[in-house]
């Protein structure tokens, strides 16, 4: 190995560890502090070769992930905005930036790809803001995604268009294997939406393999790239392409959680190796300039973006919001100002001045936003200008996945899972579903059932799910572990939602709720409780009595029977059931119930109850199925010696 390269890459990430620290102290913007990070290393670093090469990895990743979030059902309803808004706003500004540089004497085709790159605007950084002043429902950011939607689709037609500006004649003798590319890349899309991807991502899922999933959709990402470069397609349209792909599975979010750590990790790369390619001395020494060119591209996008609200009928407020939201340069322009310098469209110097204004335009918005306020009194100043007052008013739709409000989300689609989405349904409550199992989610997802693939232990699955504008998290997985992070997400991400949780063991509630659940229901106790009382009835005892004592065993989060271990919960139920020891153990995948081997406990299965049915009466080899509830008897020490073996 390289050591001078280990060395660069090391004094890369540990001074980028060091500004990021710094400046999340001040609260200032994570992305200025990776610009500043290559900027300082820039004159320091000569291996810089293969960080390019990891930063492009990062774009790919960038781009797939953004024809993994595009779906046709999410741009149905944003359409209006996405493509009179989106076309507009790419219009304007490119007319307005292509006159102004073809009056300061530059060639027109340099004048028009600068057009492309100045109109373009940041989605990184613009949903960042709009996710974190909660506008992800208004009127403004539904605007705004509509926008930057068709700003990402346009990227990939002006990298095709490139070329053209390079001054690259068409050659009509190449029109064949043009309509070649264009019907490979069709039917690549259309086999591999309709058929290749959903049954490969189908089969995965169902191992419940996670390592088998990840480097599945790697491949589909770096291979769909791969294939699409091979057949004269660049690989940012082909990434785009692998997303497509995935995108209208419903497999979708799960995968984008899985690659949203990759495409992080990436991208900051990508942000530190825009600073590394920053002339310090030429920055300094034509600052000045440098910041009144920053300051034009930001009036020029902010007066176009601001005749495309008035186009739209928008409230002006809104439009003030938008105008200053969109008026940055963005992360894809780097990527087609490095195509200009490949077919001779942009000179290095040009280049050079570009990314340093971008730089400006981008560290400067988190800070513009912050001015809306004031921006809004001014204008409130001009007679002609009505603003309106509500910067949040709620836009409806018919259909709208984001429409989800006071919802309840269920977390696994077991029998509690089921239960309580009757439940829902029937007093009309709102409710969205998430499971792991591919075959669950297919089957109730084509009954009409609002469920999706996914693991709610992933903060961008619970995104998905509308967490931060739901009422209530009911979680009802097997796994401790997924409980636990689910709970801790869940709370994370929305601090007032009301969390009920499901777990097997009375010794984990304390655990739970110390990470924010709001209410825990350990079923080894429940279990107990509910043979206690048919025994109870059995006994012919007064039914307020029993109620009573079921009421002082959940009190306290149950402090008062509380106990560390089965036996100890045994023998307190047995102050009351003489010599009668129970519990139960669920059924986490299918098998046959001697393969439990109860026998070599000396303990006795009762009963089963399966979707709320008591089964009694079956042979060694009885077919259990998941979520079923084994009912057994026997001495504690052997009840004890049986959950830790099965759960060790």
Known sequence: MDLALLQSISVILITAVAILLIFNKLKLPSMIGLFLTGIILGQLINSTGIITEIAELGVIFLLFIIGLEF??????????????????????????????????????NEAIFLGFLVCFSSTAIVMKLIQKQHQTHTLQGRVTLGILIFQDIAVIVVLLLTP??????IDFSTLPYTIMQLVSLIVLIVAGSFIIVPK?????????????????????????????????????????????????????????GYIQPFQDVFMSIFLISIGLMINI?????????????????????????????????????TIISISILLSQIGEFSFVLAGEGIKYGILSNQLFTMFLAVSIITMSAT???????????????????????ETLTTIVHEEHYEEELEDHVVIVGFGVN??????????????????????????????????????????????????????????????TYKATHETVDAARRLNPDVHIIVRTRFVKNVDELYELGADEVIPEEFETSIVMFSKVMDYYNKDVDEILETIDTLRSDHYDTFR?????????????????????????????????????????????????????????????????????????????????NDTYS
Do not use: W
Not at 81 to 98: M, P
Not at 595 to 613: G, M, P, Q, W
Not at 623 to 640: R, S
């Open 366 to 388: 988190p800070f513009l936003q912050k001015t809306t306020p004031k921006i809004i009194e001014m204008f409130k100043k001009i007679p002609h200008f009505q603003v309106d």
């Open 417 to 478: 899972g089921k239960n309580i989405a009757r439940a829902c349904e029937h007093y009309s409550i709102p409710y969205v579903i998430v499971d792991m199992n591919p075959l669950i989610v297919k089957k109730e997802k084509s009954l009409g059932v609002p469920i999706i693939y996914g693991d709610a232990s992933n903060e961008n699955v619970l995104k998905e799910l509308k967490i931060t504008s739901a009422k209530c998290i009911v979680i009802a997985t097997n």
């Open 563 to 643: 106990c560390v271990s089965p036996e100890e919960i045994t023998a307190k139920l047995s102050e009351r059931i003489t010599d009668l020891n129970v519990d139960s153990i669920y059924v986490t995948k299918p098998k046959q119930l001697d393969e439990y081997r109860f026998h070599d406990y000396d303990l006795t299965v009762t009963s089963i109850i399966r979707n709320n049915k008591t089964l009694i009466g079956f042979s060694p080899n009885f077919p259990l199925e998941i979520d079923d509830l084994i009912l057994f008897t026997g001495n504690p020490e052997n009840i004890e010696k049986f959950i």
């Open 164 to 169: 053209l500006l390079g001054g690259k004649n």
């Open 200 to 256: 490969a991502l189908h089969e995965a899922a169902r191992t419940k393999n996670r390592d088998l999933y990840m480097l599945l959709v790697l491949f589909i990402c770096l291979g769909t790239t791969y294939a699409t470069s091979v057949i004269g397609i660049s690989p940012e349209l082909g990434a785009f392409v692998a997303g497509l792909l995935i995108s209208n599975t419903e497999y979708s979010h799960q995968t984008l």
């Open 71 to 108: 779906s046709i059902e999410k741009f149905s309803a944003i359409k209006h905005y996405a493509i009179l808004g989106g076309l507009l706003q790419v219009l304007l500004t490119t007319i307005l930036v292509t006159i102004i540089t073809f009056v300061a004497s530059i060639p027109l």
């Open 281 to 317: 001395e030429y920055f300094l020494y034509n600052i000045i300039l440098i910041i009144a060119l920053a300051i034009l591209v930001l009036v020029i996008k902010f007066i176009a973006t601001f005749l495309t609200g008035c186009i739209l009928k928008l409230p002006v407020r």
